[in-house]
């Protein structure tokens, strides 16, 4: 990555130590700042999936946040210190410790909910991109809990016998939080404080991208979300919730997003 990056960290309003990397460049345009889902963090979702590569070779400066309960940064389990919201509160303090007056914003999965709730607070976002969300967003203020959510998930967070999971998607995010050496108790945290309440979709000002992989049913009806939005427009990707990110379409139509001017 480079000798260009490095790995700060501050401590958030509440207390909760944030990390995030950012990889410096000299360009007119904005920061743009990337927010990872839930159980992921910075490295494996944009990292991984060459997304910082791109945008960095594009002559972008680029952070990635992980999230509260993710990656370096701090990890209480506390559920009252958790829920998108609070994320997107960190999300503020960070552009307000870089100094930064406008940012291109994208988010996936928690991290779009995370995105959308900044974009409906803070006039600096310019551009947006979410992904791996659809219809859940405008049905239920946030990620489809009807997919994968509530005591099924709860339960694969926190037993300690795997076998004992009966639930398919609640098994596959356990064996991501595995391969992610998460933990699971503060997964369990935010798991019991995701953001479900309406969010103020048509005061969005940003011009927006909604992305989904067309197999993805956390994405479902990404068309809704879409229409929810002013000005929207809809990427459709190959994949599923754990793949659409690797989409080769994905790096050069973001790069070709967030280079545009905001009109």
Known sequence: ??????????????????????????????????????IADGRSNWVMSGVVAGLTAAGRRVATIDARGHGRSG???????YGESRMAGDVTELLDLLGVGTVDLAG?????IV??????RDPRVRRLAVGGVGAGVVELGGLDTRVVGG???????????PST????????????????RGDRLALAAQALSVHAAPIP???????????????????????ALTGAIPGARLLALAGDHMTALRDPALVPSLIAFFTRSPT
């Not at 996936?108 to 779009?112: D, L, V």
């Not at 995105?115 to 409906?120: C, D, F, G």
């Not at 005591?151 to 967070?157: K, Q």
């Open 1 to 38: 990555m480079g000798d260009d990056l490095c790995m700060p960290s501050f401590s958030s309003s509440d207390g909760v130590e944030i990390y995030y990397d950012l990889w410096e460049a000299e360009s007119d345009l904005p920061l743009v700042l990337l927010h990872h889902g839930f």
């Open 75 to 81: 990890k209480p389990h506390d559920p009252a210190l």
């Open 108 to 112: 996936y999965s928690m991290g779009a």
């Open 115 to 120: 995105a959308l709730l900044v974009a409906t």
């Open 151 to 161: 005591e099924s998930l709860l339960h694969a967070l926190r037993t300690d016998d």
């Open 165 to 180: 999971i009966t639930d398919r998607a609640a098994a596959g995010f356990r064996a991501f939080v595995d391969v992610m």
């Open 201 to 223: 979709l048509a005061t969005i000002a940003a011009p927006t991208l909604v992305f989904a992989g067309r197999e993805d049913p956390l994405a479902a009806r990404p068309e």
